[in-house]
């Protein structure tokens, strides 16, 4: 049985590339594709962030240009994005 103090686990959105774009998957479904990494990132984000911000918790796990993931944004451990 969970403890009560156990935090949520966070909902994961996914920047991956496919056929030379990024995509951002979130909720099961893929973005229409951006042109970099960057681009696609700072969306995630902003979705990640807003997710957070109305109660379920988010994070970002980016695909590297090597093909490996790692953990980009976390909600209270990063800043909140610019337009945030």
């Given amino acids: 049985m969970p403890q009560r103090d156990e935090l949520p686990t966070p909902r994961q959105i996914l920047v991956r590339r496919a056929h030379g774009k990024w995509l951002?998957?979130?909720?099961?479904?893929?973005?229409e594709p951006y042109s970099d990494r960057a681009a696609a990132l700072r969306a995630a984000v902003a979705d990640a962030f807003d997710c957070s911000k109305n109660g379920d918790p988010a994070q970002v796990i980016g695909q590297s240009e090597d093909g490996s993931f790692s953990v980009e944004w976390v909600y209270g451990r990063d800043p909140?994005?610019?337009?945030?």
């Fill in 24 to 31: 951002v998957k979130s909720n099961g479904r893929d973005s």
């Fill in 80 to 84: 909140a994005p610019a337009n945030g």
